[in-house]
């Protein structure tokens, strides 16, 4: 869910798109059924089959359509069959020659943050929901959320995309003390206790507990122990050592009235600055191993499930099949969540709980074999029925209802927690699909966690906060603003290593020196002013 990312393609593209969009012609519906905002337009079509092709924008995504039991089910369900495209290698490639070769598939779903969807929205290459909507399947207006329409409405009044995993204000206070957050510092629970469970909230004891931790295990299973990982570095950075890490330090998102971006490197920040000094430590004496700086996400939880990690700053959601092998093995060999890095002043985190922006979005292209069909289809997972499917499945065969409670059934509720890749594979509950999944609206029934992953997801819930209003500030596709963004990041992202790998505390200073320098020269503080300014909107549009 990493933030505040564009990919820009170019003046050049943007003008090939814009001419294939004017060059479209609207798809025609091959049912041309009424549907009304009561009854669901699905349900006129169910008996007609029909299958999509649809694209999700994560390499890693290993899912397909008809093998579990709830895919199928909803097949036979709303007649529509799905085709699962992912791109094999870079996503942002694979994605900018579907839309200049003009072959984007039926539906695309893609990060909310990503720079192809004000591309795509003005070369017209996708159609606008609501207009779909209300000609084809007013039941979507029944279904969605109107804060979230709201978030989406675009300057011409249209939507083109809505979110998963999406939180209003309502939802927070609806589900207080029930809402958890992805960003976790986990330690190996019974290396941690064999030496002496340490605090490391601070550098010192941060540093001193790698050290312990290498000494005491120096080996896993005749492989070398990682003391410290985190996410994938790419070539804008690590997600986690920059916003993860700055909320575990309690670094407020905005400044004297102007925001804070931590994709941009915090390097100006005293806080940040003496845990990144810490990390230097760590690397000098051979405790930040090299793995980190190399492994991709496939990589880094292979190794976590082998439980070779001492401590990880990591997005616990990903963690789920590591743990489950690691407490199928040992139980006392899972990680858990205990307190990280903190500030001087000992603050609290404050964690990033789902945003109204949510996670990804989903868009019906202009090349969709029956836009009707498509925005039926986004209605029906949309809703209460298809968040019960897409979550819990069939009733009666994969879960029951219980106190009007749903509940997974032993049988299946022990896969996924045994064997969640065979759960997905064989069953597809708990979000398999999770395209269009209503994590807060999951809320309201409690959640039967595993024993293999329920501590750290329970850890977080103290420190849960809204950051809506920092969501959605990605610049404009070819501003002055946008190009000085990107070619900062760039430039993080081969500073933040060179930071952890300097050879010396002076050698670090002098990098952080230049890079600040950088920004400066670079004019960040436009892409500052440009960002704080949509800051200041978003406030607007939730009444803050």
Same mark, same amino acid.
Request: proline share 5%; aromatic share 12%.
């Given at each position: 869910?990493?933030?505040?990312?564009?990919?820009?393609?170019?003046?050049?593209?943007?003008?090939?798109? $814009?001419?294939?969009?004017?060059?479209?012609?609207?798809?025609?519906?091959?049912?041309? *059924?009424?549907? $009304?905002?009561?009854?669901?337009?699905?349900?006129?079509?169910?008996?007609?089959?029909?299958?999509?092709?649809?694209?999700?924008?994560?390499?890693?995504?290993?899912?397909?359509?008809?093998?579990?039991?709830?895919? @199928? =089910?909803? *097949?036979?369900?709303?007649?529509?069959?799905?085709?699962?495209?992912?791109?094999?290698?870079?996503?942002?490639?694979?994605?900018?020659?579907?839309?200049?070769?003009?072959?984007?598939?039926?539906?695309?779903? !893609?990060?909310?943050?990503?720079?192809?969807?004000?591309?795509?929205?003005?070369?017209?290459?996708? /159609?606008?929901?609501?207009?779909?909507?209300?000609? =084809?399947?007013?039941?979507?207006? &029944?279904?969605?959320?109107?804060?979230?329409?709201?978030?989406?409405? #675009?300057?011409?009044?249209?939507?083109?995309? +809505?979110?998963?995993?999406?939180?209003?204000?309502?939802? /927070?206070? @609806?589900?207080?003390? @029930? !809402?958890?957050?992805?960003?976790?510092?986990?330690?190996?629970?019974?290396?941690?206790?064999?030496?002496?469970?340490?605090?490391?909230?601070?550098?010192?004891?941060?540093?001193?507990?790698?050290?312990?931790?290498?000494?005491?295990?120096?080996?896993?299973?005749?492989?070398?122990?990682?003391?410290?990982?985190?996410?994938?570095?790419?070539?804008?950075?690590? $997600? %986690?050592? #920059?916003? =993860?890490?700055?909320?575990?330090?309690?670094?407020?998102?905005?400044?004297?009235?102007?925001?804070?971006?931590?994709?941009?490197?915090? *390097?100006?920040?005293?806080?940040?600055?003496?845990?990144?000094?810490?990390?230097?430590?760590?690397?000098?004496?051979?405790?930040?191993?090299?793995?980190?700086?190399?492994? &991709?996400?496939?990589?880094?939880?292979?190794?976590?499930? %082998?439980?070779?990690?001492?401590?990880?700053?990591?997005?616990?959601?990903?963690?789920?099949?590591? %743990?489950?092998?690691? +407490?199928?093995?040992?139980?006392?060999?899972? /990680?858990?969540?205990?307190?990280?890095?903190?500030?001087?002043?000992?603050?609290?985190?404050?964690?990033?709980?789902?945003?109204?922006?949510?996670?990804?979005?989903?868009?019906?292209?202009?090349?969709?074999?029956?836009?009707?069909?498509?925005?039926?289809?986004?209605?029906?997972?949309?809703?209460?029925?298809?968040?019960?499917?897409?979550?819990?499945?069939?009733?009666?065969?994969?879960?029951?209802?219980?106190?009007?409670?749903?509940?997974?059934?032993?049988?299946?509720?022990?896969?996924?927690?045994?064997?969640?890749?065979? #759960?997905?594979?064989?069953?597809?509950?708990?979000?398999?699909?999770?395209?269009?999944?209503?994590?807060?609206?999951?809320?309201?029934?409690?959640?039967?966690?595993?024993?293999?992953?329920?501590?750290? %997801?329970?850890?977080?819930?103290?420190?849960?906060?809204? /950051?809506?209003?920092?969501?959605?500030?990605?610049?404009?596709?070819?501003?002055?603003?946008?190009?000085? =963004?990107?070619?900062?990041?760039?430039?993080?992202?081969?500073?933040?290593?060179?930071?952890?790998?300097?050879?010396?505390?002076?050698?670090?200073?002098?990098?952080?020196?230049?890079?600040?320098? +950088?920004?400066?020269?670079?004019?960040?503080?436009?892409?500052?002013?440009?960002?704080?300014?949509?800051?200041?909107?978003?406030?607007?549009?939730?009444?803050?």
């Amino acid at each position: 869910m990493k933030k505040f990312k564009v990919v820009a393609l170019g003046f050049a593209m943007v003008a090939a798109m $814009s001419l294939v969009g004017c060059s479209k012609k609207e798809a025609a519906s091959t049912t041309g *059924t009424k549907a $009304s905002a009561e009854v669901p337009g699905w349900k006129a079509n169910a008996d007609k089959p029909i299958k999509f092709d649809w694209y999700i924008n994560f390499s890693w995504f290993a899912r397909h359509w008809g093998d579990s039991k709830v895919s @199928k =089910y909803i *097949t036979q369900k709303t007649g529509v069959d799905v085709n699962f495209i992912v791109p094999a290698g870079n996503e942002a490639e694979k994605l900018n020659a579907m839309i200049a070769g003009d072959a984007l598939p039926d539906l695309i779903t !893609l990060g909310w943050w990503e720079g192809q969807i004000p591309m795509m929205i003005d070369a017209d290459l996708i /159609y606008s929901l609501d207009e779909l909507a209300d000609k =084809y399947d007013p039941y979507f207006w &029944k279904v969605t959320d109107p804060v979230k329409v709201g978030w989406y409405r #675009q300057a011409n009044g249209h939507i083109y995309g +809505y979110p998963n995993a999406s939180y209003t204000s309502t939802d /927070y206070e @609806k589900y207080k003390g @029930k !809402l958890t957050s992805n960003e976790t510092f986990l330690v190996r629970k019974d290396m941690y206790e064999a030496i002496g469970s340490p605090d490391m909230t601070t550098p010192e004891g941060f540093l001193n507990a790698l050290r312990a931790a290498k000494a005491k295990f120096p080996t896993v299973n005749g492989q070398s122990l990682i003391p410290f990982g985190t996410n994938e570095f790419g070539d804008t950075g690590c $997600s %986690q050592l #920059q916003g =993860y890490l700055a909320h575990f330090l309690a670094i407020a998102p905005e400044k004297d009235g102007k925001f804070v971006n931590a994709d941009l490197g915090l *390097t100006d920040d005293p806080e940040y600055i003496r845990w990144m000094k810490m990390f230097r430590q760590a690397h000098e004496e051979g405790l930040f191993a090299t793995d980190v700086f190399v492994d &991709k996400r496939s990589q880094i939880e292979e190794k976590a499930a %082998q439980g070779r990690y001492f401590c990880l700053l990591y997005q616990n959601w990903d963690m789920q099949a590591p %743990q489950n092998a690691l +407490y199928a093995r040992d139980p006392n060999s899972i /990680y858990i969540a205990v307190d990280g890095p903190k500030n001087t002043k000992g603050d609290d985190p404050v964690l990033a709980g789902g945003g109204i922006a949510g996670w990804t979005v989903t868009l019906i292209s202009k090349n969709c074999k029956d836009p009707e069909r498509a925005i039926q289809f986004l209605s029906y997972l949309i809703s209460e029925e298809g968040q019960m499917d897409t979550n819990f499945g069939i009733e009666g065969e994969t879960y029951t209802i219980e106190n009007g409670i749903p509940k997974l059934t032993p049988e299946v509720a022990e896969l996924d927690k045994t064997d969640k890749n065979k #759960q997905e594979t064989d069953i597809g509950v708990q979000y398999t699909y999770w395209m269009l999944m209503d994590t807060a609206w999951q809320a309201q029934f409690g959640s039967d966690y595993a024993p293999s992953l329920a501590q750290p %997801q329970l850890w977080t819930r103290p420190y849960v906060h809204s /950051y809506a209003a920092y969501d959605g500030l990605t610049l404009p596709v070819g501003s002055d603003e946008q190009l000085i =963004y990107e070619d900062i990041q760039r430039r993080w992202g081969k500073v933040l290593p060179q930071m952890i790998r300097a050879s010396s505390e002076a050698e670090f200073d002098k990098i952080v020196a230049d890079f600040n320098q +950088y920004k400066k020269d670079k004019g960040i503080d436009k892409v500052i002013d440009a960002q704080s300014k949509l800051m200041n909107e978003n406030k607007k549009k939730l009444g803050m």
